[in-house]
């Protein structure tokens, strides 16, 4: 719960210094956003590895500071469910799916572009057109992590759909589930209504898709080690780690111990008691985490919760 895993912290890591150096070279005459951006394939300055360098790229401090903060509150647990192996072999693949599917929009504008201008225009005159334009297409590229960190949330949803998270401005928790459920039908009708806003929803469902379509073949596929009762003994573990920590930590036959508390049976028994009371308001923290959150504790139960997974 309090250590970012391996995968997640140098995801953080790379596009934070990915952001910065987009600013230093930008100083130096140097624009990253272009040459690792994916442009649409039918543009001059397209390459292949953009599919990848574009998930690194951010356009502003609000742009990076989202998709970061979504891959912290959900990548960390799901790469403590899944392992860091999957978790990144995921977050790269609906990357690149999101890359492809907004590749695939960008061409159908085009197409209804040149259709505009020649009604019967066939694919062959769109191609020449395309080859033709192909600099004035550099305009059109895509940058952001915006498409895998919809995937890792999908992933959240699918693996905990009945955890209930607090989400501005409700003032009442909803349940994963409808939270995805809620982030796909705006990025569906905001796609469709072709707002001009500058965001690739496109790229954003299409991440979405890509993860939808290899969980449920993990889910078909039990040799692929991707197990759902793991998603839910998630907290589960977590509650059983501190049992366990705390047990070995009691020492309640150690004559040690015994004598400084006095050396007296009444001392061990009041000791045991408040150990065990400890231990029962830990297990009510931990159970109001699966039930509403880690945001949902108030900062004395954090505290508490700090403290406790930190005695030696």
Request: charged letters at 15%; one cysteine or more.
């Amino acid at each position: 719960m309090f250590r970012i895993p391996t995968v997640t912290k140098n995801l953080l890591i790379i596009n934070l210094i990915a952001f910065i150096a987009t600013f230093v070279f930008q100083l130096r005459g140097i624009d990253l956003a272009d040459i690792g951006g994916l442009h649409f394939f039918m543009a001059s300055n397209f390459h292949l590895y953009q599919l990848v360098t574009y998930l690194f790229l951010h356009a502003s401090f609000m742009h990076i500071l989202s998709n970061m903060f979504g891959l912290w509150m959900f990548g960390c647990v799901i790469e403590n469910v899944w392992g860091p192996k999957k978790f990144l072999f995921y977050y790269i693949s609906c990357g690149i799916g999101a890359g492809l599917l907004q590749e695939i929009a960008q061409l159908g504008s085009f197409y209804m572009t040149i259709v505009e201008q020649v009604p019967d225009a066939t694919f062959g005159t769109v191609i020449s057109l395309g080859a033709q334009y192909a600099s004035a297409l550099n305009a059109w590229t895509t940058i952001g992590a915006s498409g895998a960190v919809y995937a890792v949330i999908l992933a959240f949803g699918m693996t905990f759909p009945n955890e209930r998270l607090f989400i501005i401005p409700f003032p009442f928790p909803i349940k994963a589930k409808w939270f995805v459920l809620g982030y796909v039908a705006i990025e569906f009708f905001s796609a469709l209504g072709s707002s001009g806003d500058g965001v690739a929803h496109t790229a954003h469902l299409g991440g979405m898709l890509f993860g939808y379509l290899m969980i449920r073949y993990w889910q078909r596929h039990p040799d692929s080690n991707f197990d759902k009762g793991r998603g839910q003994q998630f907290f589960e573990n977590l509650k059983r780690s501190f049992d366990q920590r705390h047990h070995q930590k009691g020492h309640y036959n150690n004559p040690n111990m015994r004598a400084e508390r006095g050396g007296s049976k009444e001392d061990d028994m009041n000791y045991n008691a408040r150990k065990k009371q400890n231990q029962e308001e830990i297990d009510t923290i931990l159970d109001k985490i699966r039930k509403s959150g880690y945001d949902s504790l108030t900062k004395e139960e954090k505290k508490k919760l700090f403290d406790a997974s930190n005695q030696q």
